[in-house]
Every structure is written in C-alpha cells, then in structure tokens.
C-alpha cells in the first residue's frame, strides 16, 4: 500500500524543480507545506499538491523534507523531526530517515519520568512521583537501566545493605534504580535492562515489556515507569514527566521530542525555559534535589558520596570530606585512601555497594545509604493531577 506523504518545501527552489521532484517520490503526495525561503518565489507557485499550515492538517504516514540550507539547517531539521515524530509520523529526506520509537500498551494505568540525561535527578524524581502517590495508590515501580537484570525482577520491600553486598558480590550491578526505589522510595519495585538508546529515546534493547507484565501481577493502581539516561521506556504510558536541567539543550537533536510528547517538565537546575517555551506550552515546576540520611547521622564524623551536586550543609553530622566521583571509581578509590571517618553516607547509584560500601566495611564503619529528596512548592499537586488523569484514561 502506497504511503501518504507531506512534503516540506523552500522558497529557495523553483516551483517547477519541486514539481518534477515530488513527481519521483514514491509515495502519494496529499500536501506540502512552505517552511521558509523567498529567494525563488515569484508569487502563485503551483507545486501541484495543495499548500497546507501546519504537519497535522492532512492525514500523512510520514513527512518528506525537500528543503535544504539555508532555510533548514540540522538544528531546524532536527525540531521538525521532533514535530513530526511526536505525531506518529515518520520524517525523511535525501539522505535519512527517523520512524517514531514503538510504544507499546500496558493494561495498566501509568506515568513515565524521563530525562534527557543522565546525573540531572530523574531517578530522585521517579521515586519522588512514586511516594507522593503511594500515599493513596498501590504503585509499582518499572525502572529501566543499563545495569538492570537479564530477567526482570521484582524487589517487594526494601534490600538491606547486606543484600546489597551479597548482590555485588556476586557479579550483580547492586546499585540499580529499581533497588534505589525499592529502598529509598518504599514502593515495591521491578528492574529492567536496556542497551542502546536512539536519537529519539528507543533503547536498542529491553525487557522492559516482561517488567510492566511482572509488576502487573502485584495489581497496582498505577505504574510508574522510570527511564534510563536520554532514554525513554518503551510503552505507551498516560502521561510523561521530562526532567531535566542546564546541562542538556531542549533543542539539540531529537530532545525537543521528549518535550513534545511529555506533560510537565521538572527542572532540577538551569533549564533553558525560553527555548522548552518555543517547543511546547508545556508546564515547567522547579525543584532542588536534598540528601536524606535513611538513619541519623547523629552528628558523626561522615564522608559524603553522591554522583550530583545536591548540597551537604543541613545534614546533622560533621562532614569530613565530600565525594561527587560515585560514577569514576579509580578517583573513587584514590579518595578512599585519604578518607577517616565513623559514617559513610552515601547515594545508592554507580560504585555505591562495589566500592564505597565494601571499603567502609573493611575499616568497620558504618554506611548510611541516601536519598535524594525533591522539595518543589508545585510538583506534588501536578503529580496528582496527572495521576487521575492517566486513572481516568
């Protein structure tokens, strides 16, 4: 069955060459729509096809690009892509093609919180959506990461740090976010594997679809998928929620997808509002990310280690010595030799168990693992709201 095809046209080419060009293109042509350019325009142009305003004013497959610099540079060409992307719609031209990442259904009700990176609190804000909404719902946990297991696996109640080190100890990665939820959040949990993620969020490869079946066993009310780095879980949730901060551009590459097919934005820190607002009149909370002792520090001598920059001042210890290296383990393990201390608080992430925990062990201190609580003045009544909607759905 032949395609049908939107075509995106410049005023830097001659109506006649864009005539003879679509007439080659092996799809059936329903519409074309002028992004820009006038060098080439003499008024009354007929492309043979009518001129539409926007990608979604005619029912397409996907959307053909014949415009070129300097009316289209990547960066623009990329915005278009996200565009149409977001619409279900697949996006060509002379020399590429992006097909919109496959999202499957789950029976469930869900939420996904993606990010459009690593180390900008998305996993802090996955188990921040899950407690708020615990509060009143049976919620699972699905987390998606690249040190996720071979099969999925079901954490029903918090690992204990022994667990944990068993678990390294016996090859595993011990510090995956479902083990973070699990522990940290207080939900039951499923964790996934993924490799590979694509320019638009598809990971090359996941189980994730066996851990939305896993974690529907338990019967929750509603799932809470969590994402890995710029990649996004493969299912057709209800709702999204993009975090992100000033580290990632909203408009490089295909980010400005996440934007579009998400419903809130957390910024964490920094985040390019003006150019999140040229995408999408997507709402945009702001949030700060504070360490939580899961125990009192009781004013003991502590060694902090965290992957992130959330700050150390409140916490009721003496702080000895502060470590953002959880992710660079020969650093790590050069700052250990240094470090003399009773308590080594320390984010459940990266080197966390394999590292950080079996060093305190040997010198016989005690590790107090930590969360990363998210204060916002607006983000738990969005949550809410999102969380009937995607019930109602």
Not at 116 to 127: E, N, P, W
Not at 174 to 200: F, W
Not at 280 to 302: D, K, Q
């Amino acid at each position: 069955m032949t395609q049908r095809a939107l075509v995106l046209v410049d005023g830097e080419h001659y109506a006649p060459v864009v005539r003879d060009a679509l007439a080659a293109l092996p799809y059936e042509v329903v519409g074309a729509l002028l992004v820009g350019g006038t060098e080439k325009l003499r008024g009354g142009e007929d492309y043979g096809v009518p001129l539409v305003e926007s990608l979604d004013a005619v029912e397409v497959d996907l959307v053909v690009d014949l415009s070129d610099e300097p009316v289209l540079g990547p960066r623009e060409r990329f915005l278009w892509a996200s565009r149409a992307l977001a619409l279900g719609l697949s996006y060509a031209g002379a020399d590429f093609r992006f097909d919109p990442p496959p999202l499957h259904p789950v029976g469930t009700s869900s939420v996904a919180v993606i990010g459009l990176g690593k180390r900008i609190g998305k996993t802090a804000v996955a188990g921040h959506v899950a407690r708020v909404l615990a509060r009143d719902r049976r919620i699972v946990v699905v987390a998606m990461g690249r040190g996720g297991p071979a099969e999925p696996e079901l954490v029903e109640r918090p690992p204990t740090l022994e667990e944990l080190v068993e678990l390294s100890r016996s090859g595993r990665h011990a510090a995956s976010d479902h083990l973070e939820a699990a522990a940290l959040a207080g939900v039951p949990a499923v964790g996934c594997r993924r490799a590979g993620g694509g320019l638009a969020g598809a990971p090359f490869e996941s189980n994730v679809l066996e851990g939305a079946l896993l974690a529907a066993q338990l019967d929750p009310e509603l799932l809470v998928f969590d994402g890995s780095g710029a990649a996004i879980p493969p299912v057709d949730t209800d709702a999204r929620i993009l975090v992100m901060n000033g580290r990632h551009d909203p408009r490089a590459g295909l980010n400005a997808y996440r934007v579009l097919v998400s419903d809130l934005v957390v910024d964490t820190g920094g985040a390019d509002r003006e150019s999140i607002r040229s995408i999408s009149g997507i709402p945009v909370v702001s949030a700060v990310l504070r360490l939580r002792p899961a125990e009192p520090l009781a004013g003991r001598r502590t060694a902090v280690f965290t992957t992130g920059p959330a700050p150390t001042d409140d916490l009721d210890a003496e702080v000895v010595h502060v470590s953002r290296n959880l992710a660079q383990r020969d650093a790590l393990r050069e700052e250990l030799e240094r470090i003399d201390a009773e308590v080594y608080l320390v984010e459940l992430k990266a080197a966390a168990v394999d590292v950080v925990a079996e060093a305190a062990l040997a010198r016989g201190a005690e590790v107090v693992l930590a969360a990363n609580d998210v204060v916002s003045d607006e983000l738990d009544e969005r949550v809410r709201e999102l969380a009937k909607d995607a019930v109602r759905a």
